[in-house]
């Protein structure tokens, strides 16, 4: 399995996250990974395995669900931000796309848009170039743009929603489940658009996705999670070729009866190796 | 013109111009639902709060009304500030009954710390609307009237143009779609509470200088300020205007009842009417007339 390598510190480095919510029910069970700049980092896994609630913590979303971390650093360019509140993290160029979508629903597609430059204080004129920008990757919404957005087809709130996350001019974005309920081509769409930026507005990623195939093609770097735990992480390369992972997250068999990953005696040993 | 019409005219008017006070009233619960999911019991408060600080810095100190109007303004702003300080941030996301009961107190808080300043006996307050009656061909109308109704139909359109056009309003519409994704942009929930409940003492400043000299300044105030409840019933908690159109149509049904069927069913009719006109309006619209439709995507 590939080491991350990189000169730099990462852009974010999280280290044995422990995320309690209500003060009871410990959700993620120390919880390690890092983010260099300019990467698109996927985070997989199950439902329930704790992306939403990594992604939350990073984005400082967790003290709206009476979640808070516990133990363990979270470092976001160099600076600690663990106890920062979200909207100071977005100032820092650190934008989170909820999982669902999100888009405020009653107001317009554009007002939406303009809405996403708050953290910015910039007049209405610079939004509203900006806006033109964000209609040259979403073409879509331009047409859409007067269309209450709660009306929208699902693919055009994924966009929206993303496009909105553009208007604060992020360094870093965190997109949970860009795919939800949506078709193979479009989801294959935004992950083409989620490449694009990376490559032409320099915005690292960090998607948390159940869809391993889509998300690995599209990663440089990996992370597994299950159960609160980062169970494997690697290259998109080296994932997609790991054995266990076209077992369990690819659905591609071995040829036999599919084994229970019950059964599996040396996952189980390397898993809690790993953990 | 018979001169039925014209009493019919003069007593629909008359309501008409009540109804947009109670619209104004109203405007101050919608602000702050909107923006926090909170019903706020104690707008009518808030009233009668501001009313008794004017008066009273007029009465007891001299102050000229120029004055005392904006140092009331600013005090409002300064009581927004307090509550969101000490009453809404620590009890951000506890349940909408709490809060609902949190604003009960701050209800009689800021009646008891009014009364405990300026004493509890009432006062006029004549800030210079003159009271002559009017004459338009055969119909009769009070220029109070006149002048209290116009005041609040330009705050109205105001704070409508103000949710609808400029970029805080905007921000407010965002906030009440969607606390946490207006977290998520940058929004800080906190400076938006603090500006609707500015917005909603400004709005309550108003409602209290117009009302206070109409019936002077008294607790009894507080009774005509929830006047605004059957409104929000009748035009939905989350709609300006609802609110507006809503207000109306109490202001103008109540005077119309008081006077075509009082005599049949008894005087007094007035306080409870637009009860009924906003209950038998739920059964078939729960939301309200205007209330928010619940987009609902399949």
């Not at chain 1, 107001?107 to 939004?127: D, F, P, Q, W």
């Not at chain 2, 007035?270 to 609902?296: H, L, T």
Request: charged residues 20%; glycine residues 10%.
């Amino acid at each position: 399995m590939a080491e991350q390598t990189g000169e730099a510190a990462p852009l974010l480095d999280m280290q044995n996250v422990e995320v309690v919510y209500n003060h009871v029910v410990l959700v993620l069970k120390g919880v390690s990974l890092h983010v260099r700049e300019g990467d698109i980092v996927a985070l997989l896994g199950g439902n329930g395995a704790g992306k939403s609630t990594t992604l939350k913590c990073i984005s400082g979303l967790l003290t709206g669900e009476r979640g808070e971390i516990t133990r363990g650093s979270l470092t976001y360019d160099g600076e600690d931000i663990s106890h920062m509140p979200a909207p100071a993290r977005v100032e820092r160029g650190l934008s989170h796309v909820m999982e669902g979508r999100r888009v405020f629903e009653h107001l317009s597609v554009e007002e939406n848009l303009m809405v996403g430059s708050y953290s910015r204080k910039i007049s209405g004129a610079e939004a509203l170039s900006e806006i033109e920008r964000v209609y040259e990757y979403f073409p879509r919404l331009k047409e859409r743009r007067k269309s209450t957005a709660g009306y929208t087809s699902g693919g055009e709130q994924q966009m929206l929603a993303l496009g909105r996350a553009l208007m604060a001019k992020p360094r870093m974005i965190l997109l949970d489940e860009p795919s939800m309920g949506l078709a193979p081509q479009l989801v294959e769409e935004i992950f083409h658009i989620v490449s694009r930026l990376r490559k032409d507005e320099k915005v690292t990623f960090l998607v948390a996705e159940q869809n391993t195939n889509v998300a690995l093609k599209h990663a440089d770097f990996g992370y597994i999670l299950e159960n609160g735990r980062v169970v494997l992480y690697g290259t998109g390369t080296d994932l997609k070729e790991n054995a266990d992972v076209k077992e369990f997250y690819l659905g591609v068999g071995s040829g036999e009866a599919r084994k229970s990953f019950r059964n599996v005696k040396h996952y189980r040993r390397r898993k809690r190796w790993l953990a | 013109m018979p001169i039925e019409l014209s009493f019919f005219l003069e007593v629909l008017v008359g309501g008409l111009l009540a109804g947009m006070m109670y619209s104004l009233v109203a405007l101050g619960f919608v602000l702050i639902f909107k923006a926090s999911g909170i019903f706020n019991f104690a707008q009518a408060a808030m009233v009668l709060f501001a009313a008794m600080f004017i008066a009273g810095m007029h009465q007891r100190y001299g102050v000229p009304f120029w004055l005392a109007i904006p140092l009331t303004i600013v005090l409002m702003i300064g009581v927004a500030w307090i509550i969101e300080r000490v009453v809404l941030r620590p009890l951000v996301n506890q349940e909408p009954i709490i809060m609902f009961m949190s604003t009960i107190g701050i209800f009689f808080a800021l009646i008891g710390f009014a009364e405990m300043i300026w004493g509890s006996r009432s006062r006029s307050l004549d800030i210079g609307i003159p009271q002559d009656p009017i004459f338009v061909g055969d119909m009769l109308f009070q220029s109070y009237d006149l002048v209290a109704g116009g005041i609040a139909l330009v705050l109205v359109l105001l704070l409508a143009l103000f949710a609808q056009r400029t970029r805080m309003g905007r921000v407010l519409r965002a906030v009440a779609d969607d606390h946490q994704a207006a977290q998520a942009v940058g929004i800080r929930l906190s400076t938006v509470w603090v500006v609707v409940w500015s917005i909603a003492g400004f709005v309550a400043v108003v409602a209290g200088v117009v009302w206070g000299g109409n019936l002077g300044v008294q607790p009894v105030m507080v009774d005509v300020a929830f006047k605004a409840l059957p409104v929000l019933l009748l035009g939905g908690l989350t709609s300006i205007h609802g609110a507006i159109i809503a207000g109306l149509i109490i202001g103008a049904g109540e005077s119309l009842a008081e006077v075509y069927l009082g005599p049949i069913i008894g005087g007094g009719i007035d306080n409870w009417f637009a009860y009924v006109i906003a209950m038998a309006f739920m059964v078939y619209r729960p939301e309200g007339m205007f209330g928010e439709k619940i987009i609902e995507r399949i």
